[in-house]
């Protein structure tokens, strides 16, 4: 009895669907629906838009938005950035070097070179007018060649670390001639060479200080 009612429910479903596909158009079956039963909605963020100096976030409204990094291995050089201004892509020169001076007005940046430059640095740093912003950044060696006088100028600037640095050391720094930056802005960071935890082949990693500063202090 229970095989004859399995044949006979099986006898009606295979009647049912042989009526079903023999008199209901194509058209009105899909089975999209079916397959988006389940899903889940994909909630999409929007791109983040690109701030000034590459920063995370934007500078508050009346400040300069700046960035310095140092150098790392051969083909790594410093980038410093002021107000989306990349100082190392100007076609002035800093102290006769390569690297460049920045094409903002009133504001200063220069790289410091392994070759001896420290007379014409110390000359570039007393001629830069008060409320100047200086910004600079090691690429390969800053310490060799670097005389003490020159030292000392970027020390009374505020620098707690150039007299710290050593063969290879990475140093970015910020400073103000003339007046003071707020106490909360990053000014200075130094990674020093070591054969055990260098990135690059004699090189240590880049390092990098970033900011904004109040426009009415300049």
């Not at 390569?98 to 940046?109: A, E, L, R, Y």
């Amino acid at each position: 009895l229970r095989l004859f009612g399995f044949l006979l429910t099986s006898l009606a479903a295979w009647y049912l669907g042989y009526f079903v596909a023999a008199h209901v158009p194509e058209s009105t079956i899909s089975i999209a629906p079916l397959q988006e039963i389940g899903k889940k909605s994909v909630l999409r963020a929007p791109a983040p838009k690109r701030q000034k100096c590459d920063h995370w976030s934007p500078c508050p409204p009346g400040s300069f938005a700046y960035r310095i990094l140092s150098g790392g291995g051969k083909q790594r050089r410093p980038k410093i950035c002021f107000e989306d201004e990349d100082a190392l892509y100007c076609e002035q020169r800093c102290l006769g070097l390569v690297q460049n001076v920045m094409c903002v007005p009133g504001v200063t940046s220069c790289v410091i070179d392994p070759t001896d430059h420290s007379g014409e640095m110390m000359d570039f740093i007393r001629k830069a007018p008060e409320g100047s912003l200086l910004l600079m950044a090691t690429h390969d060696d800053g310490s060799t060649r670097l005389k003490d006088g020159a030292k000392k100028l970027v020390e009374e600037l505020g620098s707690k670390e150039i007299k710290n640095i050593k063969f290879r050391s990475s140093w970015v720094f910020i400073a103000a001639k003339g007046f003071k930056l707020p106490d909360n802005i990053q000014k200075e960071k130094i990674n020093h060479s070591d054969q055990t935890k260098n990135r690059y082949k004699g090189w240590p990693a880049e390092i990098q200080i970033e900011g904004c500063i109040p426009r009415n202090l300049i």
